[in-house]
């Protein structure tokens, strides 16, 4: 199934990722895939709002994870944003835990997902961010079908 959004502010792409969020369960993994300054981080901003975690959230393109901690209708949910722009190699996800994290049973989100087409089949949705115009973006929501 595949959904399309058009967006024109950071305001209302946050408004779709915390739409998007109220989707999501406990060991989903989300594919979030545009170029840089696309939208992604502020969509992610929605997911984490939906979730309320208090952590700020900022591009973890640094620290490659973070790990956030937040509730929903009172029961505790923690979700893993990984940020893979800076990752060469599949030896260095493996490094870091890649697949024990993602196979924990928790939310995980991971940005630039289509980097390392080996784990594509283990995404249950891609999320794509494209410019479409100035501050326009085009949000494409793919859930996978197996």
Not at 7 to 25: K, N, P, V
Not at 44 to 49: A, E, H, N, V
Not at 94 to 123: H, K
């Amino acid at each position: 199934m595949t959904e399309e959004y058009l967006s024109t502010s950071a305001e209302e792409t946050r408004g779709y990722g915390r739409q998007f969020a109220s989707g999501l369960h406990a060991g989903d993994i989300v594919s979030l895939t545009g170029q840089l300054g696309a939208g992604k981080t502020e969509f992610m901003r929605g997911i984490t709002d939906f979730f309320n975690c208090s952590d700020q959230l900022s591009s973890p393109t640094f620290p490659i994870l973070n790990i956030y901690q937040g509730s929903l209708f009172g029961t505790e949910v923690t979700l893993h944003h990984f940020d893979l722009y800076r990752i060469k190699t599949p030896h260095e996800l493996e490094a870091i835990g890649f697949d024990e994290y993602l196979s924990s049973g928790y939310l995980s989100v991971v940005e630039w997902g289509d980097l390392f087409a080996e784990y594509a089949s283990l995404y249950s949705v891609t999320v794509s961010l494209e410019y479409t115009g100035d501050n326009h973006r085009r949000i494409i929501i793919n859930h996978s079908t197996s």
